[in-house]
């Protein structure tokens, strides 16, 4: 008589190992698309209200700059400048990101870092303007940076200096100059709700002649000498590296 088989039965459950798997992956799933809708959400509205915010700051400085009979071209960082316009302006600043360009002013002597006497009463007006707009309204909690950057133009030093020795004087300069214009705003700031705040928040770098600007295709050398003021907002999440300037009035 022949020996019957009987079929192994399955474990009660059957594949209840994978079930239970599936609706773990199921849930983490489930709570990373969640997190991921928030974070995209909580960005986009931060970036919203500081976007808000910068467009404010910017008409706060631009109508308390024009009670001193400043002119103040608002425009696009990227937009062209127009010669005819270009005479006329005192400050360009982006409604967007609220960069300021001081430009077009004899804030320095040609070849000096040292604040002259016309631009000492220019910054005067400006700076404490531009700093109170930024750091005492809404603007403030999105602000990270603002880094006072010098420029010059291309024009060289004399003497045989290779062209990366060159731009490394022009660099030494510019550095110098946005140093200048940071330890004058630290001056004229002393006493606001933010001054000591300022350590913290205020970076200073040198573009040498990396960034001249041009009308009709050709550099402007007395628009290319200039500082400008950039917020870097906590949106953004840019890493900076403040280099500290060796303090040397360097002459062209």
């Known amino acids: 008589m022949g020996a019957k088989v009987r079929p192994k039965k399955h474990a009660e459950g059957g594949n209840i190992f994978w079930v239970t798997m599936s609706d773990l992956f199921i849930?983490?799933?489930?709570?990373?698309?969640?997190?991921f809708f928030a974070f995209c959400a909580n960005t986009g509205?931060?970036?919203?209200?500081?976007?808000?915010?910068?467009?404010?700051?910017?008409?706060?400085?631009?109508?308390?700059?024009?009670?001193?009979?400043?002119?103040?071209?608002?425009?696009?960082?990227?937009?062209?400048?127009?010669?005819?316009?270009?005479?006329?302006?005192?400050?360009?600043?982006d409604p967007f990101s609220g960069m300021a360009k001081i430009s077009d002013l004899e804030l320095f002597e040609l070849n000096s870092a040292v604040l002259?006497?016309?631009?000492r009463v220019f910054l005067k007006k400006f700076l404490p303007v531009y700093f109170d707009a930024v750091l005492n309204g809404e603007l403030k909690k999105h602000v990270m940076y603002i880094v006072i950057q010098g420029h010059t133009d291309s024009h060289l030093?004399?003497?045989s200096f290779s062209p990366q020795q060159?731009?490394?004087?022009?660099?030494?300069?510019?550095?110098?100059?946005?140093?200048?214009?940071?330890?004058?705003?630290f001056e004229l700031t002393k006493g606001k709700p933010y001054y000591k705040d300022l350590t913290h928040i205020v970076r200073v770098e040198g573009a040498s002649f990396s960034k001249p600007i041009k009308i009709n295709g050709k550099e402007n050398y007395k628009l290319s000498r200039r500082v400008e003021l950039r917020l870097v907002l906590k949106e953004q999440k840019i890493d900076l590296?403040?280099?500290?300037?060796?303090?040397k009035h360097q002459v062209k």
């Open 116 to 119: 002259t006497p016309a631009g």
């Open 166 to 185: 060159q731009y490394m004087k022009n660099m030494n300069l510019s550095m110098n100059r946005a140093y200048n214009v940071a330890e004058y705003a």
């Open 45 to 93: 509205q931060g970036k919203a209200d500081a976007v808000k915010a910068t467009e404010k700051a910017v008409q706060e400085v631009v109508q308390k700059m024009e009670q001193q009979s400043i002119a103040v071209d608002v425009r696009p960082e990227n937009e062209e400048i127009k010669e005819e316009s270009a005479k006329k302006v005192d400050i360009v600043i």
């Open 27 to 35: 849930g983490m799933f489930m709570i990373f698309a969640t997190l």
């Open 241 to 247: 590296v403040w280099v500290q300037p060796h303090l």
């Open 157 to 159: 030093f004399r003497g």
